[in-house]
């Protein structure tokens, strides 16, 4: 059998090994710093990495895997590196010390000749207020590491609300944006093999709830084919110019001056998960191929799709007919507990039945509390 090891124990590792399970591959599990494996139990071995492990009896303890992928950003990458020795890591390290520092990631995405929004580095409270009055309102101040749904980062709009953000940021490092007047948000998500062969699903427009992903959309209706083919030479100049290996995911604001790549994800993306019922193959097991080396699935779309995130509920709504994803976590305010994937032949239905679900999940705010 092929076994893949996974650095992380969270829903991502769990739909990896969900939907890889079916071809045969065998799964183990490395859980930092005590995380909860509440989401892997039952799918494969868990290993507890703690401090001082050395990386050989760690990489045997996971079952020698054929190569290791890992299912979120902030992933050490000195552990990554180290594993390296064992077995092939993708994506490759590299991509993880890109992505995990937004300074390092703009400039990397503008390296390879990408746009993205105007921005100015800044490490204090006196640069945020220089870059913000270079920059203009509305502005985004966000900490180049450990930010992810919208956390530690702000959106100042005025010099009353910059002000009073004095004192209360950390002198730290951060990337100071200008903020865009988008039209929408969408993604492309693509898998990449190490031969060079390279997929892409259907763009997904996405909304945002507090910075949160709450609705994804696929195909993202009414996308010109000029866009969609923008998205698509984007993503595929960034994995060829860092010769990447396995999914990747590419958030973009479509704006008055045209596309612009907000962040990257170097792993298997929400904006993806409609992939699970509406794809021929899912972003799951094209991750797990690209890692292996296998042939790429098909990711044509039958029929439309949307998928809504259950924010802080673990209720299986009625309704839900084509499916309810329950990651199995512990109950939290806000927190990713699940989601529901629609499909339908006809957009609007779909917009319509999308309504509907939000207040079965939600009640009649439509919006998670
Ligand atoms: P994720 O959970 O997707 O990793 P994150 O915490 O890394 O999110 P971003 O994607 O950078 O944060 O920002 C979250 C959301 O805030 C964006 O999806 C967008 O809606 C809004 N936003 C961020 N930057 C800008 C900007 N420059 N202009 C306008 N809106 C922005
Ligand atoms: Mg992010
Ligand atoms: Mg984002």
């Not at 591959?25 to 859980?31: H, K, P, Q, R, T």
């Not at 979120?72 to 994506?91: D, F, G, H, T």
């Not at 596309?259 to 797990?288: M, Y």
């Amino acid at each position: 059998v092929r076994r893949v090891g996974i650095v992380g124990c969270g829903q991502l590792a769990q739909m990896m090994a969900q939907e890889a399970r079916p071809l045969g591959i065998e799964f183990s599990f490395l859980a930092e710093g005590g995380e909860s494996t509440a989401c892997v139990e039952g799918l494969g071995t868990i290993v507890q990495a703690t401090d001082g492990d050395d990386t050989e009896s760690l990489y045997r303890a996971m079952g020698s895997p054929e190569v290791i992928t890992a299912e979120r950003e902030q992933v050490s990458v000195e552990l990554l590196r180290a594993l390296e020795k064992c077995c092939p890591v993708y994506p490759r390290p590299d991509a993880f010390e890109k992505t995990q520092h937004r300074l390092r990631e703009k400039n990397a995405i503008t390296a390879a000749g990408l746009p993205v929004a105007p921005f100015l580095p800044a490490n204090n409270y006196d640069e945020i207020f220089t870059a913000v009055e270079k920059l203009g309102y509305p502005a985004f101040i966000k900490s180049c590491e450990n930010g992810y749904d919208g956390k530690n980062q702000w959106r100042v709009d005025s010099d009353e609300s910059l002000e009073a953000l004095r004192g209360r940021v950390p002198e730290s490092e951060y990337v100071v944006e200008k903020g865009i007047n988008f039209s929408r948000e969408v993604s492309l998500i693509g898998a990449r093999t190490a031969d060079g062969e390279m997929v892409t699903y259907p763009l997904a427009e996405n909304d945002h709830y507090r910075g949160t992903l709450l609705v994804s959309t696929a195909p993202a209706p009414d996308v010109s084919e000029a866009l969609r083919k923008t998205a698509q030479d984007y993503l595929s100049t960034l994995m060829d110019a860092w010769d990447y290996v396995g999914v990747l995911a590419m958030e973009c604001f479509v704006s008055d001056d045209g596309l612009l790549v907000n962040e990257l994800a170097p792993r298997v993306h929400n904006s993806g998960h409609w992939t699970l019922a509406g794809a021929k193959t899912s972003q799951f097991a094209n991750h797990v191929r690209a890692i292996l080396g296998m042939p790429l699935g098909d990711t044509d779309s039958e029929r439309p799709a949307v998928m809504i995130n259950m924010l802080g509920v673990d209720k299986k709504p009625a309704l839900a007919n084509e499916g309810v994803w329950l990651y199995g976590k512990g109950l939290r305010p806000g927190r990713k507990m699940g989601h529901v994937i629609l499909l339908d032949a006809s957009q609007r239905a779909l917009a319509e039945r999308t309504q509907a679900m939000l207040e079965a999940l939600y009640g009649e705010s439509r919006r998670p509390a």
